[in-house]
Protein backbone atom coordinates (compact mmCIF):
# COMPACT_ATOMS: atom_id res chain seq x y z
CA UNK A 1 0.00 0.00 0.00
CA UNK A 2 0.83 3.47 -0.90
CA UNK A 3 -0.11 6.41 1.43
CA UNK A 4 0.01 9.88 0.65
CA UNK A 5 -0.45 12.98 3.32
CA UNK A 6 -1.86 16.08 2.69
CA UNK A 7 -1.76 18.87 5.33
CA UNK A 8 -2.63 22.01 3.53
CA UNK A 9 -5.58 23.41 1.30
CA UNK A 10 -3.84 22.30 -2.05
CA UNK A 11 -4.98 18.79 -1.44
CA UNK A 12 -8.42 19.57 -2.59
CA UNK A 13 -7.05 21.13 -5.74
CA UNK A 14 -4.73 17.65 -6.36
CA UNK A 15 -7.51 15.24 -5.48
CA UNK A 16 -10.70 17.24 -6.97
CA UNK A 17 -11.03 15.20 -10.17
CA UNK A 18 -10.42 11.57 -8.07
CA UNK A 19 -12.28 12.49 -5.40
CA UNK A 20 -16.21 12.09 -6.29
CA UNK A 21 -15.09 9.22 -8.07
CA UNK A 22 -14.35 7.32 -5.31
CA UNK A 23 -17.19 8.59 -3.39
CA UNK A 24 -19.40 6.86 -6.42
CA UNK A 25 -17.28 4.06 -5.69
CA UNK A 26 -17.58 3.71 -1.55
CA UNK A 27 -20.49 2.16 0.32
CA UNK A 28 -20.92 5.64 2.23
CA UNK A 29 -22.01 8.14 -0.31
CA UNK A 30 -23.68 11.03 0.43
CA UNK A 31 -23.24 14.62 -0.22
CA UNK A 32 -20.99 14.94 2.94
CA UNK A 33 -18.55 12.41 1.72
CA UNK A 34 -17.86 14.87 -1.76
CA UNK A 35 -15.46 17.13 -2.61
CA UNK A 36 -17.50 19.66 -2.63
CA UNK A 37 -18.58 19.53 0.68
CA UNK A 38 -14.90 18.99 2.14
CA UNK A 39 -13.36 21.67 0.35
CA UNK A 40 -16.15 23.84 1.49
CA UNK A 41 -16.22 22.91 5.10
CA UNK A 42 -12.86 22.85 5.49
CA UNK A 43 -12.36 26.75 3.68
CA UNK A 44 -14.95 28.03 5.82
CA UNK A 45 -13.83 26.38 9.22
CA UNK A 46 -10.17 25.60 9.27
CA UNK A 47 -10.63 24.24 12.73
CA UNK A 48 -6.83 22.69 13.29
CA UNK A 49 -4.35 20.67 11.46
CA UNK A 50 -5.67 19.42 8.15
CA UNK A 51 -4.51 15.55 7.53
CA UNK A 52 -6.28 14.05 4.23
CA UNK A 53 -4.93 10.65 4.01
CA UNK A 54 -4.63 8.80 0.56
CA UNK A 55 -4.58 4.95 -0.07
CA UNK A 56 -3.61 3.52 -3.01
CA UNK A 57 -2.43 -0.14 -4.02
CA UNK A 58 0.26 -1.09 -5.98
CA UNK A 59 -1.11 -0.43 -9.30
CA UNK A 60 -1.36 2.79 -8.37
CA UNK A 61 -5.57 2.50 -7.70
CA UNK A 62 -7.12 4.60 -5.65
CA UNK A 63 -8.44 3.13 -2.46
CA UNK A 64 -9.49 5.28 0.23
CA UNK A 65 -9.43 9.21 1.26
CA UNK A 66 -9.35 9.76 4.87
CA UNK A 67 -10.73 13.01 5.29
CA UNK A 68 -9.04 13.90 8.83
CA UNK A 69 -7.78 16.44 10.45
CA UNK A 70 -6.44 17.39 14.22
CA UNK A 71 -8.15 19.67 16.48
CA UNK A 72 -6.56 21.74 19.11
CA UNK A 73 -6.08 19.04 21.48
CA UNK A 74 -4.27 16.84 19.19
CA UNK A 75 -7.96 14.90 18.38
CA UNK A 76 -8.29 13.14 15.39
CA UNK A 77 -11.34 14.42 13.32
CA UNK A 78 -13.52 13.95 10.50
CA UNK A 79 -13.35 17.15 8.30
CA UNK A 80 -16.97 18.24 8.66
CA UNK A 81 -16.46 17.98 12.27
CA UNK A 82 -20.24 17.20 14.02
CA UNK A 83 -21.89 20.92 13.68
CA UNK A 84 -23.14 21.26 10.08
CA UNK A 85 -22.44 17.71 8.72
CA UNK A 86 -24.84 15.29 9.24
CA UNK A 87 -23.18 11.86 8.01
CA UNK A 88 -19.05 11.61 8.03
CA UNK A 89 -16.93 8.55 7.27
CA UNK A 90 -13.83 7.28 5.50
CA UNK A 91 -14.04 7.10 2.07
CA UNK A 92 -13.33 4.05 0.60
CA UNK A 93 -13.98 1.53 -2.68
CA UNK A 94 -16.63 -0.61 -1.50
CA UNK A 95 -14.79 -3.54 -3.57
CA UNK A 96 -11.86 -3.28 -1.72
CA UNK A 97 -13.04 -2.98 1.91
CA UNK A 98 -11.20 -5.57 3.85
CA UNK A 99 -8.14 -4.07 2.34
CA UNK A 100 -8.12 -0.58 2.78
CA UNK A 101 -9.70 -0.65 6.70
CA UNK A 102 -6.70 -2.88 7.41
CA UNK A 103 -4.49 -0.41 5.85
CA UNK A 104 -5.62 2.42 7.50
CA UNK A 105 -5.44 0.48 10.81
CA UNK A 106 -2.07 -0.13 10.08
CA UNK A 107 -1.20 3.52 9.16
CA UNK A 108 -2.82 5.29 12.21
CA UNK A 109 -0.76 2.55 14.63
CA UNK A 110 2.60 3.41 12.87
CA UNK A 111 1.23 7.45 13.18
CA UNK A 112 0.22 7.26 16.40
CA UNK A 113 2.63 9.66 17.93
CA UNK A 114 0.35 12.39 15.64
CA UNK A 115 -2.44 12.37 17.62
CA UNK A 116 -3.63 11.62 21.19
CA UNK A 117 -6.77 9.74 20.49
CA UNK A 118 -9.42 9.31 17.64
CA UNK A 119 -12.76 10.96 17.54
CA UNK A 120 -14.94 10.01 14.51
CA UNK A 121 -18.18 11.12 14.89
CA UNK A 122 -21.53 10.92 12.84
CA UNK A 123 -20.92 7.30 11.42
CA UNK A 124 -23.61 5.86 9.94
CA UNK A 125 -24.94 2.37 11.60
CA UNK A 126 -24.92 0.87 8.26
CA UNK A 127 -21.36 1.95 7.82
CA UNK A 128 -18.41 -0.76 7.71
CA UNK A 129 -16.14 2.33 9.32
CA UNK A 130 -18.57 1.04 12.29
CA UNK A 131 -18.80 -2.50 11.31
CA UNK A 132 -15.75 -3.48 10.26
CA UNK A 133 -12.90 -0.97 11.35
CA UNK A 134 -13.41 -1.38 14.71
CA UNK A 135 -12.20 -4.91 14.55
CA UNK A 136 -9.36 -4.34 12.14
CA UNK A 137 -8.27 -1.19 15.03
CA UNK A 138 -8.23 -3.60 17.70
CA UNK A 139 -6.28 -5.68 15.98
CA UNK A 140 -3.74 -2.55 15.74
CA UNK A 141 -3.56 -2.32 19.73
CA UNK A 142 -6.48 0.28 19.68
CA UNK A 143 -8.80 0.46 22.52
CA UNK A 144 -12.12 1.15 20.58
CA UNK A 145 -15.62 2.04 21.82
CA UNK A 146 -19.07 4.09 20.23
CA UNK A 147 -21.15 6.24 21.87
CA UNK A 148 -24.35 7.33 20.05
CA UNK A 149 -24.38 10.79 18.10
CA UNK A 150 -27.74 11.15 16.88
CA UNK A 151 -30.49 9.58 15.18
CA UNK A 152 -31.44 10.36 10.99
CA UNK A 153 -34.97 9.65 10.37
CA UNK A 154 -35.64 8.80 7.04
CA UNK A 155 -38.81 6.92 4.29
CA UNK A 156 -37.93 4.93 1.91
CA UNK A 157 -40.28 5.92 -0.30
CA UNK A 158 -43.17 4.41 -2.28
CA UNK A 159 -43.66 4.66 -5.70
CA UNK A 160 -46.94 6.76 -5.76
CA UNK A 161 -48.38 9.33 -3.54
CA UNK A 162 -51.15 7.44 -2.70
CA UNK A 163 -49.45 4.83 -0.96
CA UNK A 164 -47.73 7.24 0.86
CA UNK A 165 -50.49 8.50 2.62
CA UNK A 166 -52.30 5.59 2.85
CA UNK A 167 -49.63 2.99 3.74
CA UNK A 168 -46.87 5.08 5.79
CA UNK A 169 -48.75 7.90 7.78
CA UNK A 170 -50.95 6.55 10.57
CA UNK A 171 -54.64 7.14 10.25
CA UNK A 172 -54.24 10.45 12.59
CA UNK A 173 -51.80 11.93 10.59
CA UNK A 174 -53.48 11.45 7.25
CA UNK A 175 -55.99 13.15 8.37
CA UNK A 176 -54.37 15.85 9.58
CA UNK A 177 -52.41 16.45 6.48
CA UNK A 178 -55.44 16.22 4.32
CA UNK A 179 -57.25 18.83 5.99
CA UNK A 180 -53.92 21.07 5.68
CA UNK A 181 -53.77 20.74 2.39
CA UNK A 182 -57.65 21.18 1.75
CA UNK A 183 -57.71 24.81 3.92
CA UNK A 184 -54.47 25.79 1.90
CA UNK A 185 -55.92 24.86 -1.65
CA UNK A 186 -59.36 25.64 -0.47
CA UNK A 187 -59.05 29.36 -2.72
CA UNK A 188 -59.01 31.30 0.08
CA UNK A 189 -55.29 31.72 -0.12
CA UNK A 190 -53.39 32.24 -3.33
CA UNK A 191 -50.77 28.87 -2.45
CA UNK A 192 -48.26 28.28 -4.53
CA UNK A 193 -44.56 26.33 -4.31
CA UNK A 194 -41.61 26.31 -6.16
CA UNK A 195 -38.15 24.85 -6.60
CA UNK A 196 -35.97 27.63 -6.75
CA UNK A 197 -32.94 26.90 -8.12
CA UNK A 198 -34.50 25.57 -11.15
CA UNK A 199 -35.95 29.26 -11.78
CA UNK A 200 -33.65 31.33 -10.53
CA UNK A 201 -30.43 31.28 -12.02
CA UNK A 202 -29.02 33.49 -9.15
CA UNK A 203 -27.41 31.27 -6.89
CA UNK A 204 -27.15 34.59 -4.29
CA UNK A 205 -30.15 35.10 -4.62
CA UNK A 206 -32.08 31.96 -3.27
CA UNK A 207 -29.04 31.28 -0.75
CA UNK A 208 -30.18 34.71 0.74
CA UNK A 209 -34.19 34.19 0.61
CA UNK A 210 -33.71 30.82 2.24
CA UNK A 211 -31.25 31.85 4.89
CA UNK A 212 -34.29 35.24 5.33
CA UNK A 213 -36.62 32.16 6.22
CA UNK A 214 -34.05 30.06 8.46
CA UNK A 215 -33.43 33.17 10.13
CA UNK A 216 -36.90 34.40 11.13
CA UNK A 217 -38.14 30.20 11.68
CA UNK A 218 -36.99 30.19 15.63
CA UNK A 219 -33.98 31.64 18.41
CA UNK A 220 -31.66 28.70 17.79
CA UNK A 221 -31.49 29.14 13.97
CA UNK A 222 -31.49 32.89 14.11
CA UNK A 223 -28.09 32.77 17.00
CA UNK A 224 -26.55 29.90 14.57
CA UNK A 225 -26.58 32.26 11.68
CA UNK A 226 -24.96 34.99 14.20
CA UNK A 227 -21.32 33.14 13.44
CA UNK A 228 -20.36 34.74 10.40
CA UNK A 229 -18.05 30.95 9.66
CA UNK A 230 -21.51 29.42 9.35
CA UNK A 231 -23.22 31.62 7.19
CA UNK A 232 -19.99 31.88 4.84
CA UNK A 233 -19.89 27.76 4.82
CA UNK A 234 -23.78 27.78 3.59
CA UNK A 235 -22.88 30.21 0.86
CA UNK A 236 -20.04 28.21 -0.07
CA UNK A 237 -21.76 25.17 -0.02
CA UNK A 238 -24.49 26.66 -2.12
CA UNK A 239 -22.70 27.74 -4.81
CA UNK A 240 -20.65 24.26 -5.35
CA UNK A 241 -24.01 22.26 -4.83
CA UNK A 242 -26.08 24.35 -7.28
CA UNK A 243 -22.79 23.51 -9.79
CA UNK A 244 -22.75 20.15 -9.33
CA UNK A 245 -26.28 20.03 -10.00
CA UNK A 246 -27.96 18.35 -6.70
CA UNK A 247 -29.17 21.63 -4.70
CA UNK A 248 -32.94 21.80 -4.31
CA UNK A 249 -34.23 24.92 -2.39
CA UNK A 250 -38.19 24.42 -2.56
CA UNK A 251 -40.22 27.64 -1.34
CA UNK A 252 -43.94 28.16 -0.35
CA UNK A 253 -45.69 30.89 -1.17
CA UNK A 254 -49.24 32.14 0.36
CA UNK A 255 -50.50 35.22 -1.19
CA UNK A 256 -47.42 36.15 -2.86
CA UNK A 257 -44.99 36.04 0.40
CA UNK A 258 -42.31 33.36 1.31
CA UNK A 259 -43.65 31.51 4.29
CA UNK A 260 -41.60 28.31 4.33
CA UNK A 261 -38.80 26.93 2.56
CA UNK A 262 -36.78 23.73 2.33
CA UNK A 263 -32.93 23.47 1.52
CA UNK A 264 -32.34 20.14 0.18
CA UNK A 265 -29.82 18.13 -1.35
CA UNK A 266 -30.90 15.63 -4.17
CA UNK A 267 -28.42 13.03 -4.55
CA UNK A 268 -28.16 9.56 -5.35
CA UNK A 269 -31.96 9.02 -5.58
CA UNK A 270 -32.28 10.27 -2.36
CA UNK A 271 -33.27 13.58 -0.70
CA UNK A 272 -31.56 15.23 2.23
CA UNK A 273 -33.32 17.65 4.29
CA UNK A 274 -30.50 19.36 5.20
CA UNK A 275 -32.22 22.54 6.98
CA UNK A 276 -35.87 24.47 6.98
CA UNK A 277 -36.71 27.99 7.02
CA UNK A 278 -40.42 29.06 7.83
CA UNK A 279 -42.07 32.60 8.40
CA UNK A 280 -44.60 31.95 11.20
CA UNK A 281 -46.01 35.86 11.68
CA UNK A 282 -48.97 35.73 9.29
CA UNK A 283 -50.19 32.32 7.87
CA UNK A 284 -48.68 30.06 10.68
CA UNK A 285 -51.70 29.25 11.48
CA UNK A 286 -52.35 27.09 7.96
CA UNK A 287 -49.09 24.98 8.71
CA UNK A 288 -47.10 26.32 5.65
CA UNK A 289 -43.83 24.14 6.81
CA UNK A 290 -46.35 20.75 6.92
CA UNK A 291 -47.63 22.15 3.96
CA UNK A 292 -44.21 22.48 2.06
CA UNK A 293 -43.31 19.11 3.23
CA UNK A 294 -45.88 17.69 1.53
CA UNK A 295 -45.75 19.26 -1.71
CA UNK A 296 -41.50 18.23 -1.57
CA UNK A 297 -42.28 14.54 -0.75
CA UNK A 298 -44.83 14.34 -3.73
CA UNK A 299 -42.01 15.96 -5.65
CA UNK A 300 -39.14 13.46 -4.56
CA UNK A 301 -41.61 10.37 -5.25
CA UNK A 302 -42.99 11.62 -8.56
CA UNK A 303 -39.05 12.16 -9.95
CA UNK A 304 -38.53 8.74 -8.74
CA UNK A 305 -36.39 9.09 -5.79
CA UNK A 306 -36.17 6.20 -3.37
CA UNK A 307 -35.25 7.89 -0.14
CA UNK A 308 -36.65 11.06 1.82
CA UNK A 309 -33.88 11.89 4.52
CA UNK A 310 -34.79 13.71 7.36
CA UNK A 311 -31.05 13.62 8.88
CA UNK A 312 -30.10 14.42 12.21
CA UNK A 313 -32.52 15.21 14.82
CA UNK A 314 -35.56 13.27 16.15
CA UNK A 315 -38.04 16.45 15.98
CA UNK A 316 -41.63 15.44 16.22
CA UNK A 317 -42.55 16.22 12.97
CA UNK A 318 -40.01 13.77 11.21
CA UNK A 319 -41.63 10.86 12.62
CA UNK A 320 -45.42 12.30 12.22
CA UNK A 321 -44.40 12.53 8.79
CA UNK A 322 -43.28 8.37 8.34
CA UNK A 323 -39.92 8.66 8.87
CA UNK A 324 -38.00 5.32 10.72
CA UNK A 325 -34.56 6.25 12.73
CA UNK A 326 -31.46 5.14 11.40
CA UNK A 327 -28.48 5.77 14.00
CA UNK A 328 -25.25 7.88 14.24
CA UNK A 329 -22.15 7.11 16.40
CA UNK A 330 -19.28 8.13 17.19
CA UNK A 331 -16.03 6.17 17.37
CA UNK A 332 -13.90 6.47 19.84
CA UNK A 333 -10.51 4.70 20.24
CA UNK A 334 -6.99 5.07 22.30
CA UNK A 335 -3.95 2.99 22.13
CA UNK A 336 -3.99 0.48 24.59
CA UNK A 337 -3.01 1.06 27.69
CA UNK A 338 -2.58 4.62 27.31
Known amino acids: MKFTEYTDESAFDTLERSWNELVQRSVSNTPFQTWEW ?16 TCEDNAGHLLGIAPWF ?16 DFMDLI ?65 LPTDYSTYLSEILDSKQRKEVKRKMRKAEGGLYAVEWEVANE ?54 HIDGNDCAAYY ?45 DFLRGDETYKYQMGGEDEHIYQLNATVEGS
Open 38 to 53: NSAWWAAYQPGDLWVV
Open 92 to 156: VDADQQATAYTAYAQFLADHKDKFERIGLANILSTSPTYTDFPDALREQGFDVSFEQNDVAPRID
Open 264 to 308: NFDYNDHIYVYNSGLDPSTYGALGPGIILLQYAIQHAIDNEKRVF
Open 199 to 252: TNADVEAVAERFLKLMQSADADKAAFLQNEQHVDFFKRITAKAQAAGWLEVLVL
Open 70 to 85: LDDERVLRFIGHIDVT
